[in-house]
């Protein structure tokens, strides 16, 4: 990426570790959006999965973070950090909501449905999150996120850079002013790896199946013998996720999705 002239940036910046991690994201939820792709949704009409629209959507918001820090502009990078924040809401609720539906046998999740089809938009962001928190089978992973306030500090820092409730993140918008911008960086990076935690601890309890490999599907389409238990493997970018990140960061929500399904997490 070739940065703007006459900035201030600095080395420091320029080889700072979220640039590597804005990468790894963006190239995992390029993986993810293609692999969702195999699965049809129940619950809506036509032949789409919405996951998979909704994965390539976050990848361009993620990319859109990566050019944003590349011109030097920390706090316009966090008007997207809530857009991501809300994908990873939307994304849950819309998963758990045509489940719920499915439950009492509703051939098309109508309120799903309008949404799909620009006739209504979904609840706010805090009628969503209180519709997670009373899922039940999202009941023990909601216990452990609110042992700390983690998601509403990043709701908090959002808003703040959105609304320069303090001067300073004037300043760091301003690439032609030298002033200390790893601190917000270092921030950034926290902020962007609790998300993708987030979001990848709603998405493999509500669908394990979507952390499938393509083995055995691929033998079943060649007409092959799949090998036994081949069903339960992970892809490999899943599962280099999960050791790389959620691992080190969350080890509680790592050992509660392992236990919730069936699939080969190590």
Known sequence: MILPEHTQLGTDYIGHKVFKELQ??????????????????????????????????????????????????????????????????INAYEISYLDKELDVEIRVAEKIDRWVTGTE???????????LESFDRLNELETLLKKDDRYKKIRTICNNHMHYNLFQYVMINDNQIYTSRIPFLDQLSEN??????????????????????????????????????????????????????????RTDIAVLIQSSSEMKLE
């Open 24 to 89: 790894y994201y963006i190239e995992y939820y390029n993986s993810l959006a293609f692999g969702v792709a195999n699965y049809l949704n129940s619950g809506t009409p036509g032949l789409i999965n919405l996951d998979t629209h909704i994965m390539s959507s976050i990848e361009g918001t993620l990319d859109s973070i990566e050019m944003i820090l590349h011109a030097g502009r920390i706090n316009d990078s966090y008007a997207l950090i809530r857009k991501l924040h809300d994908s990873i809401i």
């Open 121 to 131: 938009g979904l609840p706010t962001y805090k009628e969503m999150k209180k519709y």
């Open 192 to 249: 962007l790896k609790d998300l993708f935690v987030l979001h990848f601890a709603y998405l493999f309890i509500l669908r394990p199946h979507y952390m499938s490999s393509d083995d055995y599907l691929d033998h079943l389409e060649a007409d092959m013998q799949p090998e036994e238990g081949s069903q339960y493997w992970v892809a490999p970018f899943i599962q280099d996720a999960f050791k790389t990140v959620i691992k080190p960061s």
